[in-house]
């Protein structure tokens, strides 16, 4: 998939990541500042991905874990700081929960602070329903 968006690609084109933009975009999040370079190698080589690029710049992050029949999980969504307030996230979200891979199935995420964007795009909040296992 690439999808153009004024003048940002959205691409699942493994080839265009970047693995340091990538790593500095988790490093400033809430939920993977501890991971490892290793971790998030693998996580991308076991995933579904998508970048947002400005020009050659890598600017924004997705991950999907998905079984491509049942469901998804949509995690690790990242968009470079000086380019939120954009639309281009908005774009990202709208561009992975319609596309020809994911739009049929039930998609499922864990945020903090951002309910009201993926509620846009078909996600509610359920509270008490999920469990959580931690490593160790």
């Not at 990242?78 to 049929?104: A, M, N």
């Given at each position: ?90 774009k990202l ?13 039930s998609g499922?995420?864990g945020t ?25």
């Amino acid at each position: 998939m690439n999808i153009t968006y004024n003048q940002f690609l959205i691409s699942d084109d493994k080839s265009l990541l970047q693995l340091d933009a990538i790593c500095g975009f988790l490093g400033r999040s809430y939920w993977a500042d501890r991971w490892s370079r290793e971790t998030i190698a693998k996580s991308i080589e076991n995933s579904l991905c998508y970048g947002i690029y400005d020009g050659g710049k890598q600017i924004g992050f997705a991950r999907v874990v998905t079984d491509y029949a049942t469901m998804y999980w949509l995690c690790d969504v990242y968009v470079d700081e000086t380019y939120r307030g954009t639309g281009i996230g908005k774009k990202l979200i709208e561009s992975i929960t319609s596309s020809d891979e994911l739009g049929g199935l039930s998609g499922i995420l864990g945020t903090k602070d951002a309910h009201g964007l993926y509620e846009q795009y078909g996600f509610v909040r359920i509270p008490d329903r999920f469990m959580r296992k931690f490593p160790g």
